[in-house]
Nanobody
Framework: QVQLVESGGGLVQAGGSLRLSCAASGRTFSSYTMGWFRQAPGKERDFVAL????????YYADAVKGRFTISRDNAENTVYLQMNSLKPEDTAVYYC??????????????????WGQGTQVTVSS
């Protein structure tokens, strides 16, 4: 098992930046593909980005491509989401999630086995 704790959320003006962190503990961090998802009030949880166990492959939702960057530091057991050029529509609770690295990548929330508690990101216009 792995435990995940997100941090770094907050209130920012449109056009600003935030960096989210997700610290993992438990089973070997490099055993997992890591994903970031977000959920706005009254909406479903949506895929944002994922990164392979080695960091060699990354994938992004079209809505964030070119603005967000996912990265990981396996030595520090942490995955990051750098968010630039933030827009009001990026407002949501952001979650990190872990999926066994031996299975195919997935953008579907139900495919992930472990989740953090979420961190709120609010972008004002």
């Amino acid at each position: 098992q792995v435990q995940l704790v997100e941090s770094g959320g907050g209130l920012v003006q449109a056009g600003g930046s935030l960096r989210l962190s997700c610290a993992a503990s438990g089973r070997t961090f490099s055993s997992y593909t890591m994903g970031w998802f977000r959920q706005a009030p009254g909406k479903e949880r949506d895929f944002v980005a994922l990164i392979s166990w080695s960091g060699g492959s990354t994938y992004y939702a079209d809505a964030v491509k070119g603005r967000f960057t996912i990265s990981r530091d396996n030595a520090e057991n942490t995955v990051y989401l750098q968010m630039n050029s933030l827009k009001p529509e990026d407002t949501a609770v952001y979650y990190c999630a872990a999926r066994d690295a031996l299975v195919a990548h997935s953008r579907v929330p139900a495919a992930y086995d472990y989740w953090g508690q979420g961190t709120q990101v609010t972008v004002s216009s």
